[in-house]
Each structure stands twice: as structure tokens, then as C-alpha cells.
């Protein structure tokens, strides 16, 4: 389960210019758990279809993004399709996660590590906070 706290709530009223201006500052931070998450590994077999379903929290601005390059000849999965599904969230409250579903092919035999990130994309810098996923892929 994805949880966001608030850990934080400053409230200031600053008095300018016969203006009252509040001042509101909350410092979230986000916390992953992969209890829905897929296993640790999978052993497939050749021009098998297969997804990862992830949690993630949008409303705070968090994403998982594919870490692994796929796009070299030496790779043994293809990147098919990233969907989403919020059906859990049918009163559109704020701050539920959504479900992420990668989708994926084989398309060589081999093994490789196929390593996720959730993180704030607009952030350039890696974050060691982030959340990592890493599942090693079988193809045989």
C-alpha cells in the first residue's frame, strides 16, 4: 500500500501593507509498500506477454518509470504498454494510488534485472528516498 503522511503543517499570518497573507507549508513525504506488487522474479518463456502491476500515488506527484534501458539489441523484453486504473477510487478522493500496469514482451532468451523507479519525474536528480523495484527476468 502507497501512504502519504503529512509530517508537517506550518501556518503563518504575515501582515503587510494592510494585508493579512497566511502562509501554509506541508511537507509530505510518501512511503511505497509492495504488498501488491509483483514477485522478486519471473521465469517466462519466449514471445510470452506478461505485466507488472504497481502502486502508484499521482496526486503527490510520483510515478514509476522503467529504469532499464530496453530499446538496445541485447535486450530480452520489449516495452508494450503502461495503462492505468483507478476503479478503487470511484468518489475521486484525493490522494488515492492508482494501479500502474506495465506491459511487456520477451522477445530473446536470456536474463535480465528490470528495475522500476517511483520518483517525481520533474526532479532530475536521482533521489536515494525513491522507491526501487527490481525483478529479475528469466526467458528461456
Not at 522503467?66 to 475521486?92: A, C, G, Q
Not at 490522494?95 to 506491459?103: A, H, K, L, S
Amino acid at each position: 500500500m502507497i501512504r502519504i503522511q503529512i509530517i508537517q503543517l506550518n501556518i503563518r499570518y504575515i501582515k503587510r501593507n494592510q494585508r493579512l497573507i497566511i502562509l501554509l507549508g506541508i511537507v509530505l513525504t510518501h512511503e511505497v509498500s509492495n504488498d501488491y506488487s509483483e514477485p522478486s522474479s519471473l521465469n517466462l518463456k519466449l514471445h510470452d506477454t506478461f505485466t507488472i502491476k504497481l502502486l502508484e500515488f499521482q496526486s503527490a506527484g510520483y510515478s514509476w518509470e522503467i529504469r532499464t534501458p530496453l530499446e538496445n539489441d541485447e535486450s530480452i523484453i520489449k516495452f508494450v504498454d503502461k495503462t492505468y486504473n483507478d476503479e478503487d477510487n470511484k468518489d475521486n478522493k484525493v490522494g488515492q494510488p492508482v494501479i500502474v500496469t506495465f506491459q511487456f514482451n520477451t522477445i530473446n532468451k536470456g536474463t535480465m534485472d528490470l528495475e522500476f523507479v517511483h520518483r517525481r519525474p520533474w526532479i532530475k536528480k536521482d533521489d536515494p528516498n525513491d522507491t526501487r523495484k527490481i525483478i529479475n527476468i528469466s526467458v528461456d
